[in-house]
């Protein structure tokens, strides 16, 4: 690959646990020489690392880009302006470049920064955007919960800090996805009690990671403060729509090692 | 596996093209001994068959179900009541079987009803569903569109027929994304127009599918009445969250060809 550009790659990794990138992600990331992970500086371990666990890609590729959690808009553009500069570098020196973002990679995301300063700093790069899944597709996954159904709409939430917002916009869409909750986790689950659509929602923080907490019986919830971060609750306006499809929950679910993944060339 | 209860694992496939599919879910397929791919009665292939090209899948593992689009509900009801004994009777012989659904299992989809109906027959059945990339995600890292940043609010809206209350959904949220155009295509690139927010919209039709069609350049785009069938819009109330972010198109994507994929042991 010397002489050329690199390619650059935009990789969704999912929510976790390791397994939840597709196929052709994947493959990019084997191709890719050099991998870089985002991490917030008051964790001590890459998430977005975590969720490719065990998939047997070489440690050597990897790198830690560490960020500030909720910075300011100028800091961040700062952030990607700067990380921007270093890729450019190894994208002229022909290396292949990928850059993770845990869930989908342009869903609520910062990504969208990163590769507008790439394309501005060069107009020619190859470069391709992998969607990913995400935080929401997995915890209704995980509970067989319907994320609309017919002609039903579904509001994708960051979470509000007035309940009396959140309460308007659970009564005027039949599904809400909260997300971004934080540490307004109890005042969320006190509204959901008090306006009586509890018994219709599912939670979960770190959905599939090393302490995962995950409810679908709500009532009886009674979280530590500390599980906001990476958190998601799925609402239902009216628990009708979960009686007609599933919701139902079983934790006899199969469990399949990823490791024994092969791809057969037909 | 003879003498116990089989495995059953509901996987969407993504959007296609093939290798959308996580590897978790596409191991699941592996271990499978039937694969129940849904096709549309008036389509002569199965689009969730055709996400799977190329994976080396043994083609005798793969049944097809033959299914109404749009049909009334009891029908729908019936149709799954139906189906799901089918599923008990290759369970219940020790088989693991497999259902697809295109894009993610869960997002506006009837997956529900299959297993609702599953777990009513048989509650000890030990099953996994696993989500998969939405549509609207794949058309955003297409087109490098942020779906939502910050506290924006996103909506996801099967098209009305009443272009009023479409407008009225686009004026009260950040990002609407509209699901199931169908033959309202030209009536809602007329809205969009006559509000001024087509230039921050993308559009794509059967997305890295044969057949494809996209474009983030609606002023522009006449579509044809046809196209309007498995269609996605991105709308964008306010152009500047587009430019802070990235929404560049840019057509020089590395094609990846999925057959190079291989999961290293570690």
Redesign the interface.
């Known amino acids: 690959m010397s002489g050329g550009l690199g ?1 650059f ?2 990789i ?1 990794v ?1 929510p976790g ?8 992600a ?3 990331l ?2 890719a020489d050099l991998i870089l992970v985002p991490r917030a500086k008051h964790v001590d371990r890459s998430i977005a690392k975590q969720c490719l666990n ?4 070489p440690e050597s590729k990897f790198k830690e880009i560490i960020y500030n959690m909720d910075p300011d ?1 100028a800091e961040v553009e700062e952030h990607y302006r700067r990380l921007a500069e270093d890729i450019v570098r190894d994208l002229k020196d022909g290396r292949t470049v990928a850059y993770l973002t845990i869930g ?10 990163l ?2 300063a790439l ?1 501005r700093a060069l107009p ?11 935080s929401y ?2 915890l ?3 509970f ?15 979470c ?1 800090d007035d309940m009396a917002v959140l309460r308007r ?1 659970i009564e005027t ?1 039949d599904v809400v996805v909260l997300m971004k909750i934080g540490k307004r986790l109890n005042d969320v689950l006190g509204l959901l009690k008090h306006i009586g659509v509890i018994g219709n929602c599912v939670f979960a923080s770190r959905l599939g990671l090393p302490g995962e907490v995950r409810s679908n019986n709500l009532v009886e919830f009674e979280p530590d403060d500390s599980i906001g971060y990476l958190s998601t609750i799925l609402i239902r306006r009216d628990g009708k729509g979960l009686r ?5 929950l ?1 934790d ?3 469990e ?11």
């Open positions: 390619r790659f935009g969704g999912g646990p390791a397994g939840m990138i597709p196929l052709a994947f493959s990019a084997q191709q065990g998939l047997g890609l808009r989908d990679s342009l869903t609520y995301s910062t990504y969208g920064y590769v507008g394309l020619d790069l190859e470069h391709k955007t992998f969607p990913g899944i995400t597709c997995a209704a996954a995980a067989d919960w319907p994320l609309g159904q017919g002609k039903e709409t579904t509001l994708i939430l960051p509000p916009q869409h007609r499809g599933a919701a139902i079983s006899r679910v199969a399949l090692p990823v490791e024994e993944v092969s791809i057969g060339v037909p």
